[in-house]
């Protein structure tokens, strides 16, 4: 029998211990840590995603400030006001909700953010530092797949890891936290779409991390027999019966996968609420002086 990972309520959990400590700050005369968040346009995803920031804001005993505008606000505009929260003493961390309208380049947009306030983890400074083990944000997707690792008593040292996907906000840094001797601590195989063998790399993996967004493209051919699996995909396919018109499907085929397995990770609740979790994470240890 395989043991869910259930990210529900390790984020729960994580999101209880994170209030006590801010309690513990606000006795001892602190104020709370203080998260912005800037959403330009109306884009429903990240409407939700900004929301859901927001709930967890207050879950946490944050302060929060929402900062919308609409999506013709210019790049110099939206730059403008990341140069003023950088130089806000009353800010701990911010983040500028992706995707952003065409006219305004991201990487201009992330690269602008102080790199001490950077708690999405995604200023190349924050980047680098991670990649050489120093201290760092890092970023809430992998630091919330190696917090699941880490709390489910997964062993990660020694073992052989295989990511799917190759993405600056997934695979790469996966693959960096998991090859790295004070993290995963793994021999790490990234595979992507021109990969080779594929199947082959799956098949040799003790922990496979899937995050390509093809639903149910890991099947149980591809798994090795007590592997842990864990399914970031979260890709929205058409679903009638549900009142939003979809539901969230994962890269894992679950019902044939998870016999397989000593653990695995569900979509929903599995790998979705530690990424917001991890930011919240984030910005306590920015509340805190620290990176
Ligand atoms: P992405 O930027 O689209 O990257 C996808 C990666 O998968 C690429 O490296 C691509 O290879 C690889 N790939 C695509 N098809 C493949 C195939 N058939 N065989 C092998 N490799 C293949 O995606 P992402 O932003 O990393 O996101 C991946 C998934 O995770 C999505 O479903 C996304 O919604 C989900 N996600 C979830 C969370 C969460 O909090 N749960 C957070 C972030 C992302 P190439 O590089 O060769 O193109």
Redesign the pocket.
């Known amino acids: 029998m395989y043991t869910l990972i259930d990210g529900k309520a390790t984020a729960a959990q994580i999101k209880a211990e994170i209030r006590e400590e801010v309690e513990k700050m606000v006795a001892s005369g602190q104020r709370r840590p203080h998260l912005a968040a800037i959403l330009v346009g109306h884009d429903g995803g990240s409407e939700t995603y900004v929301h859901n920031k927001v709930l967890a804001c207050e879950a946490c005993g944050f302060t929060s400030t929402l900062i919308r505008y609409e999506d013709n606000i210019t790049e110099a505009e939206l730059l403008q006001k990341i140069d003023e929260l950088n130089h806000d003493d009353d800010i701990d961390g911010f983040i500028v909700q992706l995707p952003l309208p065409k006219h305004i380049n991201e990487q201009t947009v992330t690269e602008a953010i102080h790199p001490g306030k950077d708690v999405d983890g995604f200023h190349p400074t924050n980047v680098g530092r991670m990649a050489i083990g120093l201290p760092c944000f890092i970023s ?2 992998p630091l ?1 797949i190696l917090t699941l690792l880490q709390r489910y008593g997964i062993a990660t040292s020694g073992k052989k890891c295989v990511i ?8 790469k840094p996966m693959a960096q936290l998991m090859m790295q001797k004070q993290y995963g601590d793994s021999t790490v195989t990234v ?5 080779a063998n ?1 199947k082959e790399e799956c098949r040799q993996a003790d922990i496979l991390i899937a ?4 639903p149910g ?1 890991v099947t149980a051919d591809m798994v090795k027999e007590g592997a842990t699996v864990i399914d ?4 929205r396919v058409p679903d009638a019966s549900r009142k939003s018109g979809f539901r969230l499907s994962g ?1 894992v085929c679950f019902q044939e996968v998870a016999p397989k397995c000593a653990a695995i990770t569900p979509v929903p609740g ?3 609420p ?2 917001i979790c991890m930011l919240m994470l984030n910005t306590l240890k920015a509340g805190q002086g620290c990176e």
């Open positions: 809430a997707t919330g799917l996907g190759r993405s600056n906000i997934v695979g595979c992507h779409s021109r990969s594929l995050a390509i967004g093809r493209f970031v995909g979260t890709t890269d599995g790998v979705g530690m990424t």
